[in-house]
């Protein structure tokens, strides 16, 4: 009989993307929610048998009980064996204090189907006559230089049952986290522990880096659906098949919808404000989270013409946040204006000018020259 898995990590339901207007911000949030929704029932259709997510389902340890809440009224939904999570190093696991634990455990009291993993210990499943042996590694605390897997070694594995690690962490090698304060592990140490598979969360970039194969030992699930302009992949998780005892396939699937687009550009002509309005005419208004950072020089005809195209790429997309520093062009006739012929400032300007390979040159001066005369 094979066994599937989904696999996911880093949810971050309810972070609360503070640097957004609060329409952006309402649908961020939302969209955390409703990718897992997705991911759940592309879950289903695939008759997966566990739905595993490796830490960080929450944002914090103190994540708002109504999404909480609704949190789990998407995970019971699942109608494989178990959905199995893993507190992660930002919805950490420190006691039966722990005030996210505690009202999931209430919220999802009824729903046998969910299953909290905050024990170091190993959880058994019967799935149509095999057995699959989970080996969770629940985090203790937001940051640790012990890693989570050490007690592995001390247990009795079933050689006869398809054996998987859940940790979430830093893994050396795949990480930017050079000072090893997130529970780093490593390749070998991961392979030496002699499980069939590692399911992992924290990098928020997945791995393995192609999205169809049969050959990987450990994976990183990847955030769900991207938070920030630093996520390069459109959302991530896994669909994993195991056949007597080995993984068969993994398959990578991409439940997020949004995705962040920061353009930042330089403008000195009509070609670039045509330029401009392609890049942006290419996105979907609807699903693009657009960063415009624009700065340059424009004549004044050229002005007309970016103004009108910003406002309208501002009625375009749904969330749309701008940062522009585009000045008034220096051509002949603002230096005739504003220096004499012959003096110091018309000629340096003149020569700038002249210099097409520097363009922002004439402008600068242009401005250094203003504030000295200020004084
Ligand atoms: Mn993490």
Redesign the pocket.
Known sequence: MPIRIVHT??NHIGMPFRQHDDKTRERLLEERFTALERLIREANENHADFFVIS??LFDSTRVKNVYIERTVDVLRHFTGNSVLVLP???DFYSGEDTEVWKRFRKASSEFSNIELLVTPATVSFDVGGETVQFFPCP?PSKTGKEPVTGWIHSVDHNLAALRVGIA??NVEGLGLDADDR?FTMTMPDLEALGLTTWLL????VPFPTTSLGCDSQLFMAGIHTPDSVRCRHIGSAWLLDFEELRLKQYKQLHPGRLQFIRIEQNLHSGHDISKLQQTCNALDPDHVILDLKLSGQLSSDEQITFNQLVGEIEDAFQSCSLTVNVKRKIDEDIIGTHYPQGTLAEQLLSNLLADKDHPNDVALAHDLIKEISKE
Not at 201 to 204: A, D, F, N, Q
């Open positions: 990590a880093d830490g960080d992660g190093n930002h985090c979430h962490g997130y969360g924290h990098i928020h």
